[in-house]
């Protein structure tokens, strides 16, 4: 099984932490692919701008909402890693300019 995990899987190198995110992204995402039904997709009407345009506006919406989610929990994590090294938010910033 592990020749066929390294044909299938790019970046897999076998079992060790250097291959496992890339194998778990890839997993993962092959699970999505071929886990969904992409034929409730398709649509008699006619795609209009108007319908575009609210499509497009969501998946802006949903993606600076992620990107907002991943931004306050990175911003977290790295306050509460450096709180308990005892350093501050503003160590080690140059802000001399």
Do not use: H, Q
């Not at 970046?11 to 060790?16: M, N, Q, S, Y």
């Not at 496992?20 to 649509?43: H, M, N, Q, R």
């Not at 919406?61 to 907002?68: E, P």
């Amino acid at each position: 099984m592990y020749e066929v995990w390294l044909k299938l899987l790019p970046g897999f190198t076998g079992i060790g932490w250097p291959s496992f995110f890339p194998g778990l992204i890839e997993t993962f995402a092959y699970g999505i692919y071929y886990g969904l039904d992409f034929s409730v997709l398709k649509t008699t009407k006619p795609i209009t701008a108007g319908v575009f345009f609210y499509g497009l506006s969501g998946v802006v919406v949903s993606a600076f909402a992620v990107g907002v989610v991943f931004a306050v929990s990175y911003n977290l994590a790295r306050l509460c890693l450096d709180a308990g090294n005892g350093r501050t938010f503003n160590d080690g910033i140059d802000t001399s300019r």
